[in-house]
């Protein structure tokens, strides 16, 4: 459900500062005032939202933005990207990231938001602007007869503050309604925990975060919780704000009989930090029913990426990541939507050893439009690979690779579903290391290594594939 766009027009009251020397002169007369907040809904399940704010300033250049509004059914923000944000009670105030705090006349800017609703939930009626309530145009407001101190200047742009993946999906229209990740954040805003350890020495557990907001992961923490022993890691944490927490499918976990993984298998470094790798042997897999909590169902259209590793894998079924059966059961052809990465030829009739990136749609890991060997595949055996997939639910799919160290993806397939999968008829369960039909009652027989994912609800463009890879490019995995 969509809730029509509101369009709201403002006004601000904006202040004229000269100065010389460090000593005020006269301020101006009268300063132009106005702006344009356009507030759409633009995803909405059971329970949450997202949304998305523009701001057009139509009055004189802004250096410095602070948004404020009250929402009138209970509603919270649970996660923001291109601003920060503090909520007491339905009160609600979002100021510039910084690189976005400077609009010029007629500049726009825009944020996105994550939220968490009961009952109804109406858009918010009016916005004020720097304290200033909307007036519904643009007007003259005189000048206050001494001016306040100036907004800080915009600090550079950094790694922690660029757009990720998730940021990048939302601005395109395609939110993520899951994130996952060992190694980073996947929301520039983002600054909770990444996964869990658990400790053999006394069974204690801890959660491992990032240093800061959009960064790398704190690596340190888990080798002071660890040391002198082993650690395995028992959940990875959604980022999405939605709960979908992908924990390991064995006792204590999701259920099944399943092993956590070792949390030390493998170190890396990302943005130039340490981190460890989710890295996936058999007998080792995550699990989560996710149905409730955003994950599409049935034909509605999805796609996923994920950053894996072409040096640690193998033929068993199956290394995939994405959307799968609730039953933990083979349910039938296109029950199943995730990527699979590596060396299994299902159908026969493969070019070469791999490994692939495959699409498992349930009944079949697929190289293309058929069973049939796609003479597009190829291999992908860099250190780091960037697999995504997407799908439309009821006509069209796409396959696509690249080094998640250097240049952009490749498109293996970009046409429609295989026979028999028209429409989907997906589930929404996320399944991590592990084919569909694992792991309740058996075991995983896959390997395989993941640093980072999401699932997306929606066909991302394929310039948002683009910005996506740019980003992982960008993160600098070694």
């Given at each position: 459900m969509k809730i029509p766009r509101l369009r709201l027009w403002l006004a601000t009251g904006l202040v004229a500062m000269a100065g010389a020397a460090g000593a005020l002169t006269a301020p101006a007369a009268h300063a132009a005032a106005g702006c344009r907040v356009d507030y759409s809904v633009t995803n909405q399940w059971p329970g949450g939202f997202g949304a998305n704010v523009s701001i057009t300033n139509l009055g004189d250049p802004i250096n410095g933005w602070r948004l404020s509004w009250s929402f009138s059914a209970g509603q919270t923000i649970t996660q923001l990207w291109n601003g920060t944000m503090t909520q007491s009670g339905a009160q609600v105030t979002v100021a510039d990231a910084g690189y976005n705090g400077t609009l010029a006349t007629g500049a726009s800017t825009s944020f996105g938001f994550n939220g968490a609703y009961s009952g109804t939930n109406p858009a918010p009626a009016s916005f004020t602007l720097n304290g200033t309530a909307c007036t519904g145009g643009v007007t003259a407001s005189p000048s206050p007869a001494t001016s306040p101190s100036p907004s800080p200047s915009a600090s550079p742009s950094?790694?922690?503050?660029?757009?990720?993946?998730?940021?990048?999906?939302?601005?395109?229209?395609?939110?993520?309604?899951?994130?996952?990740?060992?190694?980073?954040?996947?929301?520039?805003?983002?600054?909770?925990?990444?996964?869990?350890?658990?400790?053999?020495?006394?069974?204690?557990?801890?959660?491992?975060?990032?240093?800061?907001?959009?960064?790398?992961?704190?690596?340190?923490?888990?080798?002071?919780?660890?040391?002198?022993?082993?650690?395995?890691?028992?959940?990875?944490?959604?980022?999405?704000?939605?709960?979908?927490?992908?924990?390991?499918?064995?006792?204590?976990?999701?259920?099944?009989?399943?092993?956590?993984?070792?949390?030390?298998?493998?170190?890396?470094?990302?943005?130039?930090?340490?981190?460890?790798?989710?890295?996936?042997?058999?007998?080792?897999?995550?699990?989560?029913?996710?149905?409730?909590?955003?994950?599409?169902?049935?034909?509605?259209?999805?796609?996923?990426?994920?950053?894996?590793?072409g040096t640690h894998v193998n033929g068993g079924c199956c290394f995939d990541y994405g959307n799968s059966e609730t039953t933990r059961k083979a349910d039938g052809a296109g029950a199943m939507d995730a990527i699979y990465f590596g060396t299994s030829c299902w159908f026969g009739g493969c070019s070469g050893s791999g490994p692939w990136v495959q699409a498992d749609l349930e009944y079949g890991l697929y190289p293309g439009g058929s069973s049939s060997w796609n003479p597009n595949q190829r291999a992908f055996t860099s250190k780091f690979v960037t697999a995504m997939l997407k799908n439309n639910g009821t006509s069209r799919f796409a396959i696509k690779g690249g080094n998640a160290q250097t240049g952009g993806m490749t498109t293996l397939w970009d046409g429609s579903l295989p026979?028999?999968?028209?429409?989907?008829?997906?589930?929404?369960?996320?399944?991590?290391?592990?084919?569909?039909?694992?792991?309740?009652?058996?075991?995983?027989?896959?390997?395989?290594t993941f640093y980072e994912g999401a699932i997306v609800s929606g066909y991302p463009s394929d310039a948002t594939d683009n910005a996506v890879q740019a980003d992982v490019v960008a993160a600098g995995y070694r």
């Open positions: 950094s790694p922690a503050t660029s757009s990720k993946p998730c940021d990048i999906y939302a601005s395109g229209g395609t939110p993520c309604v899951a994130a996952h990740s060992t190694t980073r954040a996947l929301y520039r805003s983002y600054s909770g925990n990444l996964y869990q350890v658990r400790r053999s020495s006394d069974n204690a557990t801890r959660n491992i975060g990032v240093l800061s907001a959009g960064g790398v992961a704190n690596a340190a923490a888990q080798d002071s919780f660890c040391a002198g022993t082993t650690c395995v890691i028992t959940v990875v944490y959604d980022q999405s704000g939605r709960g979908n927490d992908v924990w390991y499918q064995g006792p204590g976990g999701a259920g099944g009989k399943d092993t956590p993984a070792t949390a030390t298998s493998e170190s890396l470094t990302v943005g130039g930090g340490k981190a460890y790798s989710l890295y996936i042997r058999p007998g080792n897999s995550y699990w989560r029913d996710g149905h409730a909590t955003g994950v599409p169902t049935g034909s509605a259209p999805e796609g996923v990426y994920m950053v894996t590793s026979r028999g999968y028209s429409p989907m008829k997906k589930q929404g369960a996320i399944i991590l290391g592990s084919g569909g039909d694992c792991c309740a009652t058996n075991t995983n027989l896959s390997q395989g």
